[in-house]
């Protein structure tokens, strides 16, 4: 029960950063190049972080890893650049997380009912109206 | 400020790596360093940028370079907290339907409060009530 509630307060805590840095970024210079520095500051921490928990040879860490990270690889840029071409595009730091998290996750609860057949009940569906309707406020 | 094509186009950017980027969040597996999956992640992320760097730029590459602010360093320092932090989530029980939500939410509301705060984001009474009906809307969904 620890890890479930450490995991959310570490998103929390990433996702502030993450959207406090994005707001404060200049609009100059090359977007592409700048996110690339990112991921290159992100692989070394997760380099770090791994030498600090492996349990083999990297070699054999390695081919345990899931392609799925691979995939990761792919999506992450268009979040990164996406929400920095928002906040440079005009969107509010307060407006811009909120609108596009409510519409994915929106989209997410169907997926997650449809694809992985994860049971919400009335209330929960109650409660994803009830951000819907918020965001809807959110950008009168 | 006059909505461009930009202002939504970036939006469906983000909306559509977004969730591409959940769905294959929740389906990897338990097993393997998480830290050494999300590095290899990143190493095929910053080259894919630095190609659309090249394709993209205006100028010779050492002056675009130059010229990019040194801010996105900041960056690396906190999406690997994400990253880690939402596959961890998933593999500690959360759904997709639930997790996401729950942690984006909280997350954005709490951007309000910092984006009047900190950053002077005008927001009207509206506003404000739109941002307690998410809120009370993420407590419903992690009943």
Redesign the interface.
């Known amino acids: 029960m620890f890890?479930?509630y450490?995991?959310?307060a570490?998103?929390?805590?990433?996702?502030?950063?993450?959207?406090?840095?994005?707001?404060?970024?200049?609009d100059?210079?090359?977007?592409?190049?700048?996110?690339?520095?990112?991921?290159?500051?992100?692989?070394?921490?997760?380099?770090i972080?791994?030498l600090f928990?492996?349990?083999g040879s990297?070699a054999q860490?390695?081919q345990?890893?899931?392609w799925?990270?691979?995939?990761?690889?792919?999506?992450?840029?268009?979040?990164?650049?996406?929400?920095i071409?928002?906040y440079?595009?005009?969107?509010?730091?307060?407006?811009?997380?909120?609108?596009?998290?409510?519409?994915?996750?929106?989209?997410?609860?169907?997926?997650?009912?449809l694809?992985?057949g994860?049971h919400?009940?009335l209330?929960?569906l109650?409660?994803?109206?009830?951000?819907?309707?918020?965001?809807?406020?959110?950008?009168? | 400020m006059h909505k461009t094509g930009l202002y939504y186009g970036s939006l469906a950017i983000v909306l559509a790596a977004n969730l591409g980027y959940h769905l294959v969040s929740r389906s990897i597996p338990v097993g393997g360093n998480q830290f050494l999956g999300i590095a290899g992640a990143y190493l095929l992320a910053s080259v894919l940028c630095f190609l659309a760097g090249v394709l993209t730029r205006k100028g010779p590459l050492l002056k675009e370079w130059k010229e990019t602010p040194l801010h996105y360093l900041l960056f690396g320092l906190f999406v690997p907290g994400l990253e880690a932090g939402f596959i961890l989530m998933y593999h500690n029980g959360w759904q997709v339907s639930q997790g996401a939500l729950v942690a984006d939410i909280l997350t954005s509301t709490l951007l309000a409060v910092v984006g009047v705060a900190l950053f002077h984001d005008r927001l009207a009474g509206i506003n404000w009530v739109g941002i307690l009906l998410c809120f009370a809307g993420v407590i419903m969904v992690a009943l």
Not at chain 1, 10 to 25: N, P, T
Not at chain 1, 68 to 83: A, C, K, Q, S, T
Not at chain 1, 129 to 140: P, T
């Open positions: 890890m479930h450490f995991a959310l570490l998103v929390l805590a990433a996702g502030l950063g993450y959207h406090m840095v994005s707001r404060g970024v200049p100059g210079g090359n977007r592409f190049i700048g996110v690339g520095m990112a991921y290159v500051v992100g692989f070394i921490i997760c380099i972080c791994f928990t492996k349990q990297l860490e390695w345990a890893i899931s799925h990270y691979f995939l990761i690889g792919i999506m992450v840029p268009g979040v990164e650049v996406g929400f071409a928002m440079h595009s005009g969107w509010q730091v307060s407006k811009a997380a909120l609108t596009a998290d409510v519409l994915v996750t929106s989209l997410l609860v169907l997926i997650g009912m694809v992985f994860e919400l009940s209330i929960n109650a409660g994803v109206l009830c951000c819907f309707a918020g965001v809807i406020l959110l950008e009168r």
